[in-house]
């Protein structure tokens, strides 16, 4: 529910103003009927999102409450052309907010008291702008929405904005933090509250569930989603064989600690223990390996480190070698690479970054993951003033501590990453936590409960060679024959053990006991 706004966005939607109010000339040329008709269903008020509310459509876009659909949209927006001149203005004003010199941020609604004072703009036509938009546009009948994409961003933004005083905030910076010498100044409207994205779930439905993988550790969730829940529980994969590999590797072959801190993530003996890992690896693992780096900026510093080291020449001797970016193009380019090498045989290294693309939204199954190395802890950059304006509110609203939430946050990313390398009960892989501050009980404890239970006290503390011989024995267990039949009992019901009475109630009475 977060909005970000630049100045090409702004741009792009003085284009599509313009492409409306062409489409609508048109249109009062050729059915002036139609544009009258929306008129008066806008007069009678907003059915058709009343109509949204009751079926599964507004899950996907809570923006209205409840109230605000029992009104009619404020007769300064109800004509067409009227409500373009509205965005307009919008638009100019946003511009002209963009020109700052330094950070700005404030509330919801001190934002408000200031584009009503300068520009006379008030606080109920906003709250109606994202429907106003989205009824014209039907109206107009246009075909591809995607062009208009700006301008519906835009809306979204003055609707929420003017909606919700309380859980968001607004900063205004001069310039990207990826890139702090150049000007490109940036609105953020940024939602601090989770819960407000939940709420229209839990107010729709009776019963609620759920579950994931990487929901760890299940106290933080009822704090930052405001719930009180009737059950939490956590459970392990019931497995026929040990197919999950987790290790905290948190040395080299040197003895020289790694991590990837601030303190050491330039020291170059740090960087090489990472090199050398990753080589070691690469030499016992079949198929395909990912890695995943806490930043961009940070993978981009080791692996020009590497390459000075000769560090890629020597993996290129086993695997070839790729790099997601943060151009998707290129990362999409790369991963369909990746794949291919890894089914013909030839393997492949998949450098990746932690709340990237990959980690996200890519599934490693079979050989396209046999083993993920997570190269230090993927703490967020808490540099950012949307981060801290949040863990200002957490404290404030839910009473959670700073460190408690990054650290709950780093741990569930890393849980999210390691994760692409299990898909499924027959998939098999290796997880390496390459960083000391994993074997922490902190740490440690904060992991999921599927991937504590294998992560035993032998395979903690381990230095680069240590964690390649466990590797390489495991992996000869892994390449013995395994069928479906011998999950069967174990990890797999049997169609028997289905129809046997006894087993159903002890089934029942476990599930009574949860």
Known sequence: MSVRINRRVLDKCSTNLQVLEKTIDKAKEQDTKKLKEEYYRLV?????????????????????????????????????????????????????????????????????????????????????????????????EIPDISDLSPLVLMSHFATLISTYTKGFTVIIEPFDEKSPTVSNPILHLACLDSSIAIKPVFDRFQTVVITSGTLSPLDMYPKILDFHPTLMSSFTMTLARQCLLPMIVSKGNDQVAISSKYETREDIAVIRNYGSLLIEMASIVPDGMVCFFTSYLYMDNVVASW????????????????????????????????IKACENGRGAVLLSVARGKVSEGVDFDHHLGRAVLMFGIPYVYTQSKILRARLEYLRDQFQIKENDFLTFDAMRHAAQCVGRVIRGKTDYGIMVFADKRFSRTEKKGKLPKWI?????????????????????????????????????????????QLQNEDFQKKIFSRAQQL
């Not at 609604?109 to 009824?135: T, V």
Request: negative net charge.
């Open 44 to 140: 009678e008020g907003l059915k058709d999102a009343t109509v949204a509310r009751e079926t599964d459509i507004v899950l996907a876009n809570p923006i209205l409450p409840d109230e605000i659909l029992q009104e009619a949209i404020p007769g300064s927006i109800r004509n067409a052309e009227h409500f373009v001149f509205f965005l307009k203005k919008l638009v100019e004003y946003l511009k002209m907010r963009l020109r700052v010199q330094h950070v700005v941020q404030e509330s919801p609604a001190g934002f408000l008291k200031d584009i009503y004072g300068k520009i006379c703009i008030d606080r109920k036509p906003l709250r109606f702008c994202a429907e106003r938009l989205s009824c014209l546009i039907k109206t107009l």
């Open 307 to 338: 390459y000075d080291q000769g560090i890629i020449d020597q993996l290129l001797k086993y695997k070839l070698l790729f790099i997601e970016t943060q151009d998707s193009a290129e990362t999409s380019l790369a991963l369909f690479s990746y």
């Open 452 to 496: 504590q239970e294998h992560l035993r006290g032998s395979f903690c503390n381990l230095s680069v060679e240590e964690a390649t011989q466990i590797a390489k024995k495991w992996l000869k267990q892994m390449a013995q024959p395994f069928s479906r039949d011998d999950q069967l009992g174990v990890s797999l019901l049997t169609l028997e």
